[in-house]
């Protein structure tokens, strides 16, 4: 009798099993078992995809945020170049015809060193900013150290230059001698100091290095944003843009090969 009520126990318990796994594999239960499932894989997947797009979304600014800062400096160079550089770069082989533009020039050779200061500042944080995506192009920090070091030049030369014009006036020639001194200025002991005259050859010459590196440089952060983020998100990455007044001072592409230093 014992047996038999532990057979009759053993059948009803496999009869229980049978019918839970039938329900089990009942397609109500598999398809809820499913949705479940898939219900919390879609919000791990939102959750993950949010992220993600922050994340892009921050790329993508900072990259926008150093291209622009690199195109306004750009256009302020070549701004630079057309209203202070080439005019005093031009009045070494012209006369003249003033006494006043010494004081005038002074003031102008300040502006630019000031100008020059904020550019400096500007291609110091580009650069840290770019090594964050050093892992992508190095070539691109390697550029923005070459605008750095071509601006770090033309402020040092800026500053070559205000200290001799105020050599020149500290000199008590007559006013006359002083006026052509951007041909050679010639001191009271009859000696011909063209200090000055290498100086704005030089300050010329390094902006337009400044320049030809930068407008180099934007290409390649471009590049590197297209690189790194997806097409939908390399759309918004602003476009390379120089004002039509400056287009034709940009230096030539192989403008460092013609160089003869």
């Known amino acids: 009798m014992a047996y038999k009520d532990v057979g009759v126990t053993i059948t009803n318990f496999l009869l229980t099993f049978w019918e839970w796994a039938v329900g089990f594999l009942s397609p109500d239960f598999m398809t809820a078992a499913i949705g479940s499932a898939f219900g919390a894989f879609g919000g791990a997947y939102c959750v993950w995809f949010l992220n993600k797009s922050k994340e892009r979304e921050k790329s993508l600014s900072q990259i926008n945020q150093v291209l622009a800062m690199l195109i306004a400096n750009l256009n302020a160079l ?94 008590p020639a007559s006013e006359d001698d002083k006026v052509h001194f951007y041909l050679g200025y010639t001191n009271r002991n009859g000696k011909t100091d063209s200090r000055l005259q290498s100086a704005t050859e030089g300050f010329l010459l390094n902006i337009d290095i400044a320049i030809h590196f930068i407008d180099l440089l934007i290409p390649q952060v471009q590049a590197l944003g297209k690189s790194a983020l997806p097409k939908s998100y390399a759309k918004k990455i602003i476009k390379h843009t120089i004002e039509d007044d400056f287009k034709e001072l940009v230096p030539p592409k192989d403008f460092l090969d013609t160089l003869s230093v």
């Open 78 to 171: 070549l701004n630079v170049k057309k209203n202070y550089a080439l005019p005093a770069y031009q009045e070494l082989s012209s006369i003249m015809d003033a006494i006043d533009s010494n004081q005038q020039y002074s003031s102008l050779i300040q502006k630019i060193f000031n100008q020059f200061l904020e550019v400096h500042y500007d291609t110091t944080a580009i650069t840290e900013n770019l090594s964050l995506y050093a892992y992508l192009d190095s070539k691109t920090l390697v550029t923005a150290v070459k605008v750095k070091d071509a601006l770090r030049n033309v402020e040092e030369i800026t500053k070559l230059r205000n200290l001799l014009i105020q050599d020149i006036r500290s000199d």
